[in-house]
Each structure stands twice: as C-alpha cells, then as structure tokens.
C-alpha cells in the first residue's frame, strides 16, 4: 500500500517567517494530494489541494509544490502569524478515494 | 445542510463491551469513510463505502464492523471493545469520483478501559 512520510514533526518558526512541510510518498499512481490543518480537540480542515497534472498551486499564504518524479510535495507557508499555530498533516490518494495521511507536523509560531 | 454528523461525541467502554457510532451526511455523497486517530499520530483508514450495499476494509479494519444499507447512513460497530481501540474516530464523505475534496466529522472520542 501507499507509504506516506512527513517532516519535520515539529516545526518552531518567529512570527512572519515562512514554514515549509515536505512529504514523501511510494505510489506513482497516486494522484491527489490535499493538505489538512488540525486544531486541538477539532476535526482535520482542509487548507490546499494539488492534482498531479498540476506543479504548483497557492491560495494567498500558503502554497503546495509537487514533484510527481521524486515523488513529493511540499507545502508553504509565508508570513506566519500565531494562528497558523496548529498540526497539519498531509495526505495522498491512491484508487478510490482512499486517503494515506502522513504523521502529521506540529507547527508553534512564536510571535 | 449538517454536513457529516457523528454520534456520540464521547464514550467510555469496558473491555469486551460492544457498541455502534452512528455517522449520517445529507450531501448525497456516494463515498463514505471511518478513520481512526491516535494520539500524536495521523489518520489511518478503518473502513470505507463507495456507495450502499458496498463496503471495504482499509488500513486497520479489525475489530470493526460496517454496512451501508442506505446513502446516508455509515455505522461502524465495536465487536468487543479492547483498550487498544481508545481513539478518536472521524467519520468522512465525498462525491463519488476520485480528487475530490473529503468533508470530516466532529469526531468521536472513544476511551476504552
């Protein structure tokens, strides 16, 4: 099955610095990769989507880069501000609506 | 319009004890899904349903049970609880074709003692 890995874990940046998210993943088949941001005690919100006919993708500060050879994507994050404070994971699908979530990076912005 | 809605919120179970979490969604979604989160960790796939009368295992399907006798409706069913099965359960759906985006529950948050 699909093998989804993410990094860092955590990610500690200054208020108005950016933040960048990597994932890898195994499935070349894999075609559809969307980004969550999850809140304490709150359901996973999607943030940002990529396709994979697509290589770059943003929607004001934050943006995804794929890379469909190497087999990753990244997510972007400019002018963080202390609501960007939260655990985002990233996810991929392969057939079927079927979501591999990776674990997930904890993400502390310090004003 | 509820969106996904999930029942109930929270639970405590004693080991062996059986139970259903009920989820419904009024989008007319035909894809539907369990995922289970442990602490610090990402969301792992239980179960899923493409549409009524169709359901599938994912990632971690033992000691869970589904149907999907209407478009609506996605019970997954505690067999016997086991404390390894403390978690948080979001329920998801989506239209049928692939790429599109996944809408989450609240949540369940199931503690199992």
């Known amino acids: 099955g699909e093998n989804v890995e993410q990094h860092p874990s955590t990610l500690s940046v200054q208020e108005g610095d950016s933040a960048v998210i990597k994932c890898t993943y195994s499935?070349?088949?894999?075609?559809?990769f969307p980004w969550y941001k999850q809140e304490l005690g709150k359901r996973p919100q999607l943030i940002i989507d990529i396709r994979s006919n697509v290589g770059e993708k943003k929607d004001q500060r934050i943006a995804v880069t794929l890379n469909k050879t190497a087999k990753h994507f990244s997510l972007h994050i400019t002018e963080t501000q202390p609501e960007d404070s939260a655990v985002y994971f990233c996810a991929v699908e392969a057939a079927g609506n079927k979501l591999t979530f990776g674990g997930g990076t904890r993400v502390l912005v310090k004003p | 319009n509820a969106g996904v809605t999930q029942t109930p919120k929270f639970q405590v179970l004693k080991t062996g004890q059986s139970m259903t979490l009920q989820c419904a969604q009024d989008?007319?979604?035909?894809?539907m899904s369990w995922y289970r989160q442990d602490p610090g960790m990402g969301l792992r796939l239980i179960h899923y349903?493409?549409?009524?009368?169709?359901?599938d295992q994912g990632e971690v399907p033992n000691g869970y049970n589904v149907s999907r006798s209407t478009t609506e409706d996605f019970p997954l069913r505690l067999l016997s609880a086991a404390p390894s099965q403390t978690s948080v359960y979001f329920c998801?759906?989506?239209?049928?074709?692939?790429?599109?985006?996944?809408?989450f529950g609240e949540g369940s948050w199931l503690t199992v003692v």
């Open positions: 349903s493409v549409g009524a009368g169709i359901t």
């Open positions: 499935d070349s088949a894999s075609n559809y």
């Open positions: 998801a759906s989506s239209p049928d074709s692939s790429g599109n985006t996944i809408y």
């Open positions: 989008m007319n979604h035909e894809y």
